[in-house]
């Protein structure tokens, strides 16, 4: 069992493996079906993909920030402030190369901004009082969330998830 430092580096760490397992699964869809959509309202493959990268990006830049204000603009102009080059990312690799350099700076900022920083208390988006660390911890679980809406995607399109082949081989494998 790892211990570790601190709150801070216990969170970074769980976060790294949510964003691992994103990444294992963005790379597990071929190529050619980052446009599937299971209806015509929801998000296609890309789009959820962009979708966690900036929310990951806005949570990052407006927590690292000695004035983190959650309502400082409307949520839109947020997400742009942070991560308006998302959008032009629309490859795999492109997707796959973000959602890595994207931990890796997180993790840096994170760092730089300190634990004490991150048990400060801030405004949240619904106007209550929390923590800088809980709200890290939301969006983990926002990540988390969307991870599983990508293994559904991946259900829907016949393709076996990259966890579940992962689980199923290390079963054969012990047979």
């Given amino acids: 069992m790892t211990l570790f430092d601190s709150l801070l580096e216990e969170t970074l760490e769980a976060w790294s493996d949510v964003r691992q397992g994103l990444i294992d699964e963005v790379a597990n869809v071929p190529d050619d079906r980052f446009d599937f959509r299971p209806t015509p309202e929801t998000r296609s493959v890309t789009e959820l993909i962009q979708h966690i990268l900036e929310v990951a990006l806005m949570m990052t830049g407006e927590l690292t920030r000695p004035d983190t204000d959650f309502h400082r603009a409307p949520w839109p102009e947020l997400l742009d402030l942070y991560a308006a080059h ?42 209550e009082q929390g923590t800088r660390l ?11 969330y969307h991870r599983g809406q990508l293994v559904l995607y991946q259900r829907l399109m016949g393709i076996e998830p990259a966890l579940t082949r992962r689980i199923r081989e290390s079963w054969d494998a012990q047979e």
């Fill in 86 to 127: 998302v959008k032009d990312a629309g490859t795999k690799a492109e997707l796959l190369d973000l959602l890595r350099s994207s931990i890796r700076e997180a993790e840096q900022k994170f760092r730089a901004a300190g634990e004490l920083a991150m048990l400060q208390l801030i405004t949240r988006f619904d106007g």
């Fill in 134 to 144: 809980a709200w890290l911890n939301h969006g983990i679980a926002q990540e988390m």
